[in-house]
């Protein structure tokens, strides 16, 4: 180890220069950067405690997240900067804010004036120490996008394999989180005790399960080489929650108000994830890389659905009035489904939009199925404004789908299962990370599903993972990684790969996974 990185490895490097051309050059109008100034006692080398984190990436600016302590922090500024190289020669943007008292820690700050589709390092400072060297990446107009979508990353089942897989692909733009990012109780096997070892009800439990999620290095590390794009599904507040409610929440049972486990709930995954905030709450949001791909996040949770109600009950799943998005969030979506310029239309969100039923009944109405309406309305958009290129990402149900999407399977005259013909758009559902999965039997089931679903055109109900989606202007592909088992020698294999050509509408399935890019920027140094 040299000295430089030496000195760079303690954290006191670069503490006494104020300010310097932005670029390293001299010559250009570039803005000046502001450098780390600090000339005080050095604090802990663990004010730190969380790593780093980025998320919500647009053209020009990017959220960088990070905690530290409170106590070692006081009123000390943090310092953030951010560059092109991650030996921080070529720095673009730095600034410092203080911590926000109310935040327990977390600290989070908007990095803007960046350029579009470049990879960046950030790092943090405070006391004299240094953060970890986080990396992310603006979106942009570019001709070929790779995403890494996952949900349902359950502590206490297993390791979190396939978020070291996302970790150490270098080509990915961004990875997309549709929820269950935690567990509020113990579910399935405890192969590792939760923290805290009960259901988190308030602020402060919440928070501790944050934080406690956030030491597995695992999951630290896809934070750290890659922005994030997260919605919540439930399990950030309780399983099968909407709006009023949740099926695992009792206020007869010492659980106090809905409305305050929700507003707990909420308010730590706001401080915990590298999300944008919206004054109100709301968490549907649009990003765009150029014109080829416009992605709407949806909030099919907590923004307005009813509670669910049972497959029989099919005249409230059909009330036109019974909600599910909301009418803002669907008004939102649908002009935006309309007016976007984007190739590719894809919504990531939360429950499966194509149907699973047996004879005509919802298996899941916690699903689209539960509120037929809404789907029915979004697909009169799609179908009556002639929208090519729609997509649905799923997570929620820890199991690997690809679907053709189409009113009605059964129906010759809409559909031919054979060819595809006739579907409006097509769905790829994440495993999870670790929740779930099936034992012994589940061929026969998945076998069955299709069978009953004929627009299903793949399932895998037993292994864990992710997948990549795959973005080109002629078609969109989604490749699923899976593992076997979810211990440290878990070996990542590819499941399947199934792709869309633009216009199609439909599934074929790929003969391989798709090509990674041919740019592959360093990831950052540990
Ligand atoms: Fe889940």
């Known amino acids: 180890m040299d ?45 730190f405690t969380h790593g780093v984190a980025s998320g919500d990436p647009l053209d020009t600016s990017v959220v960088l997240w990070t905690r530290a302590k409170p106590d070692v922090v006081g009123d000390e500024p943090i310092f953030w900067e ?33 350029s579009a589709g470049q990879t960046y390092y950030y790092r943090f400072w405070v006391r004299g120490r240094s953060s970890v060297i986080g990396r992310t990446r603006t ?8 995403l890494a979508v996952c949900s349902c990353s359950n502590y206490a089942t297993g390791l979190f394999v396939g978020y070291r897989g996302i970790a150490r692909r270098r080509d990915l733009d961004a990875v997309i989180h549709l929820g269950d990012y ?14 805290p070892p009960y259901e988190v009800v308030t602020l402060a439990d919440y928070r501790t399960r944050y934080g406690h999620y956030r030491t597995d290095p ?34 007869e049972d010492g659980e106090g108000s809905w409305q305050d486990r929700r507003q707990a709930a909420t308010r730590a995954w706001t401080e915990w994830l ?12 649009r990003h765009a890389w150029g014109n080829l791909l416009d992605l709407f996040m949806l909030d099919t949770r907590l923004w307005a659905r009813a509670k669910q109600v049972s497959g029989g009950m099919k005249e409230q799943i059909a009330d036109p009035e019974r909600p599910f998005l909301g009418q803002d969030q669907e008004k939102w979506l649908h002009e935006g489904l309309v007016q976007g310029s984007g190739r590719w239309k894809v919504l990531g969100q939360q429950v499966m939009i194509a149907q699973l039923k047996v004879n005509g009944t919802a298996l899941n109405t916690d699903q689209w199925d539960g509120y037929e309406a809404t789907r029915d ?23 690997s789908w690809a679907s053709d999407l189409t009113r009605d399977s059964s129906d010759p005259e809409r559909y031919n299962p054979t060819t595809g013909q ?105």
């Open 422 to 526: 006739g579907a409006m758009g097509v769905e790829f559902v994440a495993p999870g990370i670790t929740a779930g999965g099936f034992g012994g039997g589940s061929v026969v089931l998945g076998e069955l599903a299709r069978d009953l679903n004929p627009h299903i055109r793949w399932v895998d109900l037993v292994h864990r993972g992710y997948f990549v989606l795959d973005v080109r202007d002629s078609a969109v592909q989604s490749d699923w990684f899976h593992y076997a088992t979810l211990q440290d020698d878990a070996e990542e294999k590819l499941g399947a790969s199934w792709l869309s050509v633009y216009g199609s509408g439909h599934l074929t399935e790929a003969d391989s996974s798709a090509a990674e890019k041919d740019q592959q920027p360093d990831l950052a140094p540990g």
């Open 182 to 195: 935690i567990y509020e109780k113990q579910y399935g096997p405890a192969n590792r005790p939760n923290q």
């Open 377 to 399: 309305r979004l697909f009169d958009v799609i179908e009556d404004q002639n929208i090519e290129g729609f997509v649905v990402l799923t997570g929620d149900i820890h199991t």
């Open 3 to 47: 000295r430089r990185t030496f000195l760079k490895k303690s954290g006191v490097l670069a503490l006494s220069v104020s300010w310097a051309p932005g670029c390293g050059s001299e010559a250009t109008d570039e803005p000046m950067v502001a450098s780390y100034n600090y000339t005080g006692p050095m604090g802990p080398a663990d004010v």
């Open 82 to 114: 951010v560059a092109l190289d991650p030996d921080f020669e070529l720095r673009v943007s730095a600034g410092q804010e203080a911590l926000d008292p109310e935040r327990d820690g977390a600290f989070k700050v908007i990095a803007d004036g960046l």
């Open 274 to 285: 590298p999300v944008r905030e919206a004054a109100d709450g709301r968490i549907w949001r």
């Open 139 to 146: 979106s942009g107009p570019v001709d070929h996008v790779r």
């Open 218 to 251: 695992d999951l630290l590390e896809a934070h750290r080489q890659h922005p994030f794009i997260c919605v919540w599904d439930d399990h950030e507040s309780a399983n099968n929650s909407y709006k009023d409610g949740a099926q695992n929440h009792d206020p």
